[in-house]
């Protein structure tokens, strides 16, 4: 029975073995070879070519995450829809009003963000 997993493990070992070896070599390799002049300009922070406006861990805004999450939703809710639609005719009614709740809860989580404000920017 564990002899069925044994081309699973020899990939898992494989693909760690030669993640490790590149990773090694490439960071030795720019070790021996490149150039190792640090300057302020070099270490400082790139911004679209000014200096940064404030520190990068600053907080978000929490409609950021939630225009986020609204995008996840509705891009998943797309990825069911195309299957749905191709098999629609096999389902049947069934299916037809099983993607109904599914939209339909959709729609109630976009009304609420839409209601408290998270789709407004200033």
Sequence with gaps: MLGNYFPVLLFVIVGLAVG??????????SRLLGHHRPDSEKLSPYECGFEAFEDARMKFDVR?????ILFILFDLEIAFLF?????LEEIGMFGFLAMVVFLAILVVGFVYEWKKGALEWE
């Design 83 to 87: 299957p749905w639609a191709v098999v």
């Design 64 to 68: 950021y995450y939630l225009v986020a």
């Design 20 to 29: 490790t070896v590149s990773i090694t070599a490439g960071s030795g390799l």
